[in-house]
T-cell receptor, first 110, second 110 residues
Framework: NAGVTQTPKFQVLKTGQSMTLQCAQD?????MSWYRQDPGMGLRLIHY???????DQGEVPNGYNVSRSTTEDFPLRLLSAAPSQTSVYFC?????????FGPGTRLTVT | TQLLEQSPQFLSIQEGENLTVYCNSS?????LQWYRQEPGEGPVLLVT?????EVKKLKRLTFQFGDARKDSSLHITAAQPGDTGLYLC??????????FGTGTRLLVSP
């Protein structure tokens, strides 16, 4: 019973490097989303998807790209990492009544 | 500016004390959710309140939705060390966007 899985758990990048944060869910949920969590800011929505092939921007989309080719997977891409993107990233998928979060990816950009 | 403001930001109390956490906004919501997050994990849904004035109880936790559906409170009776964590309120805005409050970090000492 995996739920929402995220990889990697930890990552250190240098400024300008690119990487993809992976997210997968096995609950057949149409809705998935990405959040970042910074101290004192709660969670802020980066991008979300209401189904395969459909994505939209959240509150803080700049510097991040997403795509949704399958129901199960929703990767988040950082094309050119910046120190301001140092944060903890959470992926979530949603049923009708509840949102399920993954364990998070702690990203540090130096 | 945050759509949902929580207070206090941090609360440190002794086991057995009571406490209240507030979530306020100038916007009206159709529903509001409360989550709890423990270190190194994603948030977990505690409750959803839907009707203005609604009160829901979850063991020692009491959640109330304001009459005007702009605010909510979480009251914990006889807090225990196991209640320690980050408490987040959240609400849907627009189409499918779940936004979070700034969070209240609770520490309950034995």
């Amino acid at each position: 019973n995996a739920g929402v899985t995220q990889t990697p758990k930890f990552q250190v990048l240098k400024t300008g490097q690119s990487m993809t944060l992976q997210c997968a869910q096995d609950m057949n949920h149409e809705y998935m989303s990405w959040y970042r969590q910074d101290p004192g800011m709660g969670l802020r929505l980066i991008h979300y998807s209401v189904g395969a092939g459909i994505t939209d921007q959240g509150e803080v989309p700049n510097g991040y790209n997403v795509s949704r080719s399958t129901t199960e997977d929703f990767p988040l891409r950082l094309l050119s990492a910046a120190p301001s993107q140092t944060s903890v990233y959470f992926c979530a998928s949603r049923s009708t009544y509840e949102q399920y979060f993954g364990p998070g990816t702690r990203l540090t950009v130096t | 500016t945050q759509l949902l403001e929580q207070s206090p930001q941090f609360l440190s109390i002794q086991e057995g004390e009571n406490l209240t956490v507030y979530c306020n906004s100038s916007s009206v919501f159709s529903s509001l959710q409360w989550y709890r997050q423990e270190p190194g994990e994603g948030p977990v849904l505690l409750v959803t309140v839907v009707t203005g004035g609604e009160v829901k109880k979850l063991k020692r936790l009491t959640f109330q939705f304001g009459d005007a559906r702009k605010d909510s409170s979480l009251h914990i009776t006889a807090a225990q060390p196991g209640d320690t964590g980050l408490y987040l309120c959240a609400a849907y805005t627009g189409f499918q966007k779940l936004v979070f409050g700034t969070g209240t970090r609770l520490l309950v000492s034995p």
